[in-house]
């Protein structure tokens, strides 16, 4: 299906392309996930892995969750 522009919808110029592909490019960099190494104990590593494939992503979610809660954080420190 050929794009049609109009009076709504016209050409991006090339400064608009530009800037949409430098939003882009920080925009990937804020999602990008840093590879970090930590200790579990053998009981905690054994549960998260229980929970199968994409368990490091609930891993980083919860402790995403806990830097977001101040009482959880503390209560763990």
Do not use: H
């Not at 969750?65 to 503390?74: D, T, V």
Request: glycine share 2%; with cysteine.
């Amino acid at each position: 299906m050929p794009i049609v522009y109009d009076e709504d919808c016209p050409p991006l110029t090339k400064e608009q392309i530009k800037e949409f592909a430098r939003i882009a490019k920080e925009q990937r960099k804020l999602r990008k996930k840093q590879v970090v190494a930590i200790r579990l104990s053998p009981e905690t590593a054994e549960k998260v892995k229980a929970l199968g494939k994409g368990y490091s992503s609930v891993l980083s979610r919860i402790i995403d969750e806990a830097f977001r809660n101040p009482e959880l954080l503390q209560k763990c420190l």
